[in-house]
């Protein structure tokens, strides 16, 4: 582990994808991750997709990943999003 | 008992066993480590409902679990103890706490691992493997992507060619194409700078102002511009505003060859992206307000149009306000991966701050302005694609206004055809911030 990089769980991997959504609000406390998508949460084109792998990458650091690694799709649920970033960041 | 060979049995109890339900607890085929952790933690997704209390203790059975690490894929295999297990509903993950003398050091990302659920006799589920795999070294990418893909939800194509055609009697056929493309350089492309990735934008519109009847079939491009360009995206996340992306074009022309004309251009575009909230579950509305700038030199005009005589002598320096919007009305189909139906809309006002020409034809009289009148350009397009293969759609377009370099205004146009369209896979993959 680097200088500074605190574990990231599930639960914080799942904050980051969530809260860099457009429409975080739609994501409650009995939201299913496996169900919901970014599409769900506003991420409704390519345009947004952009704009939410930079804000992920804001909201990890000093973890980084690569933009292609970062699940992102409208149609990319918010657990499979979650899953890409622990799986791909170094 | 190597991981192959669990694997192996594994499988072979999968193909004998019936098929999970959909809807009842299932642990995915998705392992990862929990990045960071002082020591290794395997991380199972989860879906469906939480287990009942029997399963999920069988879950939690520790005796139900093996765990194991590999340097590497064909290396000899070291077990692990499997401390404890634990439920998290709130992400949907299945956690398993391991221990031993013989952990790899840190997190455990950089080693090959698997684990291994055998259900106890009397459970109603199969056994599982599951594995991970390290990635392969920082600005490796993850999985290949192909270039192109089909534009979804409300994408704005990177390539576009729409063309529609026109027969009848006492008029020779009119064609019509308009040609869209910006395409930028990828992530790990080494010509990124200062979170800006280089590329190539263009636009061609060609027989717009094309009206029966017709004397002859011509493709005459009323405007064609190309340049150079930058591409950035900014996350801005602050109340309405999401973000905002920039292209800046360096250096490009703007030319028409009907009646030839063309100026040397530089500029900026700002796309402001609004947070929007979607309007049932499949159908969503979208605004992008733009601004932005150009500025220039005509290099030459005309010196008729259409047989009339006209003085653009003082037509020189070039300054231009930009402004407008583009919106998207859609349905997007069950999987979100792309448009059953769109009403998209483009609206910009070119406010000059030297005169330009403006060029009006009625009933086949043409008349030039010189002036800096605002110039309009509206373009709404609906998209009907009821095809698997999502790049071929069906397109009513409305045209109204005029785009430079000369202006030529074009009168409350509706024309029908084919749009072939696709989006850059790879432009979300741009330079770090």
Known sequence: MG????????????????ESTPDSGRF????????????????????????????VKRSLAPWQINDGDLASSPDTTVQQSADSIAQNVF | MSSNYLRFFASLLACAAP????????????????????????????SGPAPLDADASRY???????????????????????????????????????????????????????????????????????SYAPRKGAGSGGKKVTLLAPVGSSDQPDLLLNGTFLAGGGTKPIYTLHEQASLYAPSNSKWNFHGFAPGFASEVWINQGAQPPNNRTRFDPDSIRAGLSLWRVDPIESGVLYGMTTQVNLIGGEFTRSDPSSNIMSGFLTTLVLRRKRLSE????????????????????????????????????????????????????????????????????????????????????????????????????????????????????????????????????????????????????????
């Open chain 2, 282 to 433: 499949s159908a969503f509305a979208t605004l992008y307000p733009v601004l932005g700038l150009e500025g220039g030199y005509n290099l030459n005009h005309p010196d008729e149009l259409s047989g009339t005589a006209v003085d653009l002598s003082h037509y020189g320096g070039i300054f231009r306000g930009v402004l407008g919007a583009d919106s998207t009305l859609g349905i997007a189909n069950s999987d979100r991966t792309s448009n059953v139906f769109a009403i998209t809309g483009s609206y910009r006002v070119r406010l000059p701050a030297t005169d330009e020409p403006f060029i009006r034809t009625v009933h086949g009289d043409t008349s030039v302005d010189l002036s800096t009148r605002a110039r309009h350009w509206l373009e709404v397009d609906i998209t009907y694609s009821p095809w698997q293969w999502k790049y071929l759609a069906l397109n009513a377009k409305y045209t109204y206004g005029s785009l430079p370099p000369l202006f030529s205004l074009v009168d409350h146009q509706v024309s029908f055809g084919l749009l072939l369209q696709a989006k850059q896979n790879n432009k979300q993959a741009l330079p770090g911030q």
């Open chain 2, 60 to 130: 939690r059975d520790k005796a139900n679990w093996k765990a194991l690490w590999q340097t590497d894929s064909d290396a000899v295999p070291t077990y692990v103890d499997v401390d404890s297990i634990e439920l998290d509903l709130s992400t949907k993950h299945l956690i398993i706490h391991v221990s031993g003398a013989k952990l790899p050091a840190g997190d455990g990302r950089d080693d090959y691992w698997t684990a291994v659920f055998v259900p106890p006799a009397g459970m109603a589920a199969i056994p599982q493997v599951f």
């Open chain 1, 28 to 55: 409650t406390a009995g939201s299913d991750p496996a169900k919901v998508t970014l599409f769900d949460l506003g991420v409704v084109s390519s345009t947004e997709s952009v704009i939410f792998v930079r804000a």
């Open chain 2, 19 to 46: 098929p999970a339900l959909a809807d009842s607890f299932q642990l995915s085929s998705t392992m990862t480590l929990r990045p960071g952790a002082p020591q290794p933690i395997l991380q199972i997704s989860t």
């Open chain 1, 3 to 18: 200088p500074g990089r605190e574990p990231l769980t599930p639960q914080r991997c799942q904050e980051i994808v969530v």
